[in-house]
Structure formats: structure tokens, C-alpha cells
């Protein structure tokens, strides 16, 4: 006789995905009304289900495995679609309110898209969209303006700040325009961002700290602006792949200019944001983005909550 599928327990998956979105298993505990260490217990017995490690020690932060990264993209579409078939049923199509942010990165190419899908799919959600940076949409969601926000953490952190679940880090990079070759011997020219801007000091300290003279030469308020400039020659900019326009080119390790490391890319949500809408809206966009992450974008390197 064949042995049975296991059936993955639904409230567990939930457990791992409200750990995964809200920055740990206390967070969970506390959204689930349970003890931190019964969220443990799940996290073991599905561990046991599955017959893999998922989780693994990080320093004072617990990582997933690769099993567990995998696991956690196919927990959060069932658990969407269990609460999707469930509305159905019960002849309530999901609705309510949901204020999200993201960065200027995904704004031209992708964001359009996830977000014209999901108002398909769910015309009674009502999403208000607000693109700007990332300290700006950080604060916003800790004062409760915002639900949720895509926003990058701080260049060189591996600690996912509280509240927050790390989805992706992104190698920042040189980027100029095909064919650009940076001459030692003259300043590097540099377009920017407006003033305050992470990449922008950022790239500005490993240019003072190498002894690497610049100037600036092009500054704009809009990443849109900014990739213009730099596609008509005008300078160099410091930028993640994500949303870089095919036009432009990252420049390799051979271009003289100094390493600059890697930047979180984090999902924050607000601790009053708690309703099947935004819950929904979460996974759509997490799936979302590890799907184009997979497909020619930047790698993701780890997920990581806090214990």
C-alpha cells in the first residue's frame, strides 16, 4: 500500500509566515497570542514534516537554510490561497484599506504591474501607494502612515532592524553608461541623487576614503532623472541592480573604484497594520519580488528574522 502525502499543518505555515513578516518568532507569538516558545515547538514539528533543517544559527539571528527559503514562498501562497478560498466560500470578497511604500527603484517597471494585477484580482482593496526613500518610508510605517513599505535598510548591515523581515541583499555598484571607462588621472564625474541620500554619501566616503578625487556633475530629485543623465554620459552613480535600465552597465571590479559592499532590501509593517487585505497584499508582494529577484535580478542571500 502507498504511503500517504504528509499534509503540512496550515496554522504552522501561518506561524512561519507572520515570523517571516514581522521580524521573529516573538512578534509571531504575540500576534498569534501564543508563547514564543510554543511558535519554537511549531517551527520543530515542522521541521519534522518536512525532514529538512529550515532554520539555522546567524549570529544572534536565526536564518533560513535553502530548505527553509524554499518553503517559505510556497507557505505563503498557501496560506494566502486557504484564506482567499475561505472568503470565497463564505461569499465575502476581500476588502478594506491598505497604505504601502516603495522605493523609487521599483516604481517605473515593476510596481505598476504587481499593483494593476492585485486590483484585478482584488478590486475591493483599495491600495494607496507612496514611492520615496527609504529613511522617509521607514519612519512613516513606525508612525503608523504606512502598512507596509519595500525599503532598503543601511548599506553594510546584516542585522534586520526590529519589525522587519530582510528579503534580499543587493550588491551596490558603479553604474555609467556602456562602453564608460573611469581615468585615474582625472576626477571621477558623479550624478546624484539630491542631498540626503545613503547612495549617495555612501559612494562619496568610499571615494574620500580611497583618496579617489570626484565631482559632481549632475544632481536630480528623481531616480528617473538620475538614470538620464547618467545614459547621456554626464557621470557615474552609485545604485543597486534593481530597476536598472538596460541601457546602463554595472562596472566590475577591474574599473578602479572602491568596493561598496551590499544593502538589505527589507519588507517593514506596522504593528497596528493587521487585516486580511494587508496580509494579502504582503505575500503578493513578496512572491512577486523573489520571482524577479530569480529571474536575472540580484540573487537573494539570505532571509533572516530575530529571535
Known amino acids: 500500500m502507498a504511503m500517504l502525502p504528509t499534509n503540512l499543518d496550515m496554522d504552522v505555515l501561518r506561524a512561519l509566515v507572520i515570523a517571516m513578516e514581522h521580524g521573529g518568532f516573538a512578534r509571531a507569538a504575540e500576534r498569534l497570542g501564543r508563547t514564543q516558545s510554543a511558535i519554537s515547538l511549531q517551527m520543530k514539528k515542522l521541521e519534522e514534516q518536512v525532514g529538512q533543517p529550515l532554520f539555522r544559527k546567524a549570529g544572534r539571528t536565526v536564518a533560513l537554510t535553502d530548505a527553509g527559503d524554499l518553503l517559505l514562498g510556497y507557505a505563503r501562497r498557501i496560506v494566502a490561497l486557504n484564506d482567499e478560498a475561505l472568503s470565497a466560500a463564505r461569499g465575502r470578497a476581500m476588502d478594506g484599506t491598505v497604505r504601502v511604500g516603495f522605493p523609487q527603484d521599483l516604481a517605473e517597471r515593476w510596481l505598476p504591474a504587481v499593483l494593476g494585477s492585485f486590483h484585478r484580482a482584488h478590486p475591493r482593496i483599495h491600495v494607496v501607494a507612496q514611492v520615496g526613500r527609504g529613511r522617509e518610508l521607514r519612519d512613516r510605517v ?91 554620459g554626464l557621470g557615474v552613480t552609485v545604485r543597486t541592480p534593481l530597476g536598472l535600465p538596460d541601457t546602463l552597465a554595472i562596472l566590475g571590479p577591474g574599473c578602479s573604484l572602491p568596493e561598496l559592499g551590499a544593502v538589505p532590501l527589507e519588507l517593514h509593517r506596522a504593528p497596528s497594520a493587521a487585516s486580511p487585505a494587508v496580509d494579502r497584499l504582503c505575500g503578493i508582494l513578496t512572491d512577486s519580488l523573489d520571482a524577479m529577484l530569480a529571474n536575472g535580478q540580484p540573487h537573494k542571500l539570505q532571509n533572516e528574522i530575530v529571535t
Open 142 to 232: 513606525a508612525q503608523g502612515a504606512l502598512d507596509l513599505a519595500l525599503a532598503f535598510g543601511e548599506i553594510g548591515l546584516t542585522a534586520t532592524a526590529s519589525g522587519a523581515a530582510t528579503l534580499a541583499h543587493l550588491p551596490v555598484a558603479w553604474v555609467a553608461p556602456e562602453g564608460f571607462r573611469a581615468d585615474p588621472d582625472t576626477p571621477l564625474p558623479l550624478a546624484l541623487l539630491d542631498a540626503p541620500c545613503m547612495f549617495r554619501q555612501h559612494g562619496i566616503d568610499r571615494l574620500d576614503g580611497g583618496g579617489r578625487s570626484w565631482r559632481i556633475t549632475f544632481t536630480s530629485p528623481s531616480l528617473s532623472g538620475l538614470w538620464a543623465a547618467v545614459e547621456a
